[in-house]
């Protein structure tokens, strides 16, 4: 599997995060180098084994259906880059 | 008596108790060699003011005989806790200027027992690296240096907690490990580190990195100062659903240095191709110190330990992906400047950008992709299927009846900060070879400092425990750790 600089522009947009057209050839090859890297696990055997979900075999705790936090906007928007009338403030989102 | 700021966990405690000296003495002593160690770039923030208070109410809980083990000890904190109203960053520029308005369930309990805060520690940005260069902050420096006075890495993630305990500028630190930053910043400083079962610290205000295999753990002078600050650190919280509803013990108490009849496993694949001569006679040698003092000793097979790293640089990227999508520009931390007409999808775009350093933007986008579709299968789900072979082997020896195995805790002592620059970025993650089977096992893992090299740098053992026997482990530990008898300390040179 080799990964081209359409795919690393695709995955980057995935992410959100801007790769400059000009640093996506060396991104690829950085995606190369850890994917040939990863490739080993191809050669184990694990059929009819389980993906592992959880390390540790628990059961999620139930509690009661009930209010345990809220009423607490200013601390919510304290650390917003952008915050107004009680709102978190963002750029257009629709056309 | 010893040097205020040399003092261990154990005797600052006692000292404290029987009035021979104030914590206000204490934290003035450190706070003051926190001051002068700049050069170290240890802490990220200092908070002497916190500090002094804390030391203040400490005293007084002293003096009224309510005085649990860690009250008034200064400790160091890694920047991943969120601390109230402190700059909590996880050493990012995304989260640059972000002041939890909340505290992690960690530093919670450790306030709760009269610990007194220094400051906030350096690491690697979010967590991930093993030299502590990826900090936004510039690397923390290890105080030990060889002859030829090259600045060298105190490893990482957990770097600058190594670098504060390992030079005296906190008598212990907070840490977290996800495939060894605890462990291997630990063996490069000459200090003792565990990382404890999954699930045994809340995960709870911690910045995630990657939450199925990430734990926060201690980071002291030895392991009697580790079982201390273990026991304040556990247990359950109803705000993190993986920390498990499981008794702590009173791990100090456990420190009995009998391991007679301990069966120690010795695992085969941990013979890596290149590894130094003197990491393999000093693993030796650490075999025949727990077999002098009465344990015994086993070769063992953890076949699938080659396919480790690879799973967990599936695992750990997928989970980084999706934890670090928070980071958005939109509730906390750095928002970029737009230009005219930018929308939302250029807010996130920029703002990542920007925020996110080097290695942790590679960790998302290789995460991104392994989940993307098309490659769920063929990477994510066979890591998972993988990572359950890796623990079943552990599963297996300890079936079988071995207590506890002992590896060495890193392939190499410290290295130059900048000797990795032109490297490619699995050479940097080869760093954690011993450590990363632990994680993706959840079990216990202790590094003891039990060398130095012919360069005069420390190095470490790792031992490995059954999954919630860390009072076993740790004693294991302090067998081993009397045995190695490792006292030597850096000279002073920031």
């Not at chain 2, 002497?48 to 160091?76: H, N, S, T, V």
């Not at chain 2, 600050?229 to 009173?250: E, F, N, Q, Y």
Request: charged share 25%; net charge negative; glycine share 10%.
């Amino acid at each position: 599997m080799s990964i081209d600089t359409d795919t690393a522009r695709r995955v980057a947009k995935l992410a959100r995060i801007r790769v400059e057209e000009e640093a996506l050839p060396a991104l690829a090859s950085e995606f190369n180098t850890i994917l040939g890297f990863i490739e080993q696990l191809q050669e184990v055997d694990v059929d009819g084994v389980e993906p592992m979900t959880g390390v540790t075999p628990m059961h999620l705790k139930r509690r009661d259906d009930v209010v345990t936090d809220g009423s607490q906007q200013e601390k919510v928007l304290a650390n917003a880059p952008d915050a107004r009338e009680g709102f978190f403030a963002v750029p257009k989102v629709v056309e | 008596m010893t040097e205020l700021t040399k003092l261990t966990i154990a005797s600052a405690r006692d000292a404290l108790r029987k009035g021979e000296i104030s914590s206000v003495e204490l934290t003035g002593a450190l706070n003051a060699a926190v001051d002068g160690s700049d050069k170290l770039n240890a802490y990220a923030h200092k908070t002497p003011e916190i500090a002094e208070a804390q030391a203040r109410a400490a005293d007084e809980r002293i003096k009224a005989g309510d005085a649990p083990d860690l009250c008034g000890i200064p400790l160091g904190i890694k920047d991943l806790f969120c601390t109230e109203n402190t700059p909590s960053q996880a050493a990012s520029r995304i989260l640059d200027g972000f002041r939890p308005p909340y505290e992690s369930t960690v530093t919670t309990q450790l306030f709760r027992d009269g610990a007194v805060m220094l400051g906030k520690l350096n690491m690697d940005e979010f967590a991930m690296g093993s030299s502590n260069e990826t900090s936004a902050y510039g690397a923390a420096v290890n105080p030990w240096q060889a002859d030829d006075g090259v600045a060298l890495t105190p490893g990482g993630s957990s770097g600058g907690s190594a670098a504060a305990v390992a030079a005296d500028l906190c008598l212990g630190a907070t840490g977290t490990d996800t495939g060894g930053s605890i462990r291997q910043p630990a063996a490069f400083t000459g200090i003792t580190g565990i990382k404890p079962t999954y699930g045994r610290c809340s995960r709870f205000g911690i910045i995630a990195f990657a939450s199925s295999l990430d734990q926060a753990g201690p980071m002291t002078r030895d392991v009697r100062d580790a079982a201390i600050m273990l026991r304040a650190m556990s247990g359950h919280d109803p705000k993190d659903s993986t920390s498990a509803d499981i008794a702590v013990p009173d791990f100090e108490a456990m420190l009995t240095g009998d391991i007679r009849g301990k069966v120690i496993g010795i695992p085969r694949e941990y013979h890596v191709d290149g590894m130094p001569t003197e990491i393999e006679t000093l693993w030796t040698r650490g075999t025949e110190m727990l077999r002098d003092a009465g344990a015994l000793i086993r070769d063992i097979s953890l076949p699938h330990t080659k396919y480790a790293l690879p799973a967990y640089y599936v695992i750990a990227p997928a989970e980084a992906s999706s934890n670090l999508a928070r980071y958005d520009g939109v509730r906390f931390g750095h928002r970029a400047k737009l230009a005219q007409g930018d929308g939302i999808t250029e807010m996130y775009e920029k703002t990542r950008a920007e925020g996110f350093g080097s290695e942790v933007q590679r960790r998302i986008m290789v995460g991104t992709y392994v989940l993307s579709a098309g490659f769920y299968d063929a990477y994510y789900n066979r890591a998972r299927k993988v990572r359950t072979l890796i623990k079943r082997d552990f599963d297996q020896v300890f079936a079988e009846g071995v207590d506890a195995i002992l590896t060495p805790a890193t392939p190499s002592s410290a290295f130059g900060l900048g000797a990795m620059k032109d490297a490619d970025p699995v050479q940097m993650y080869l760093n954690d070879v011993f450590t990363v089977t632990v994680n993706l096992a959840g079990l216990p893992g202790i590094s003891v400092p039990a060398g130095l090299d012919h360069k005069g740098l420390p190095l470490g053992l790792q031992l490995i425990g059954r999954p919630w026997e860390e009072g076993d482990l740790l004693n294991t530990a302090y067998a081993l750790e009397q045995a190695a008898g490792f006292v030597s300390k850096p000279a002073k040179w920031w």
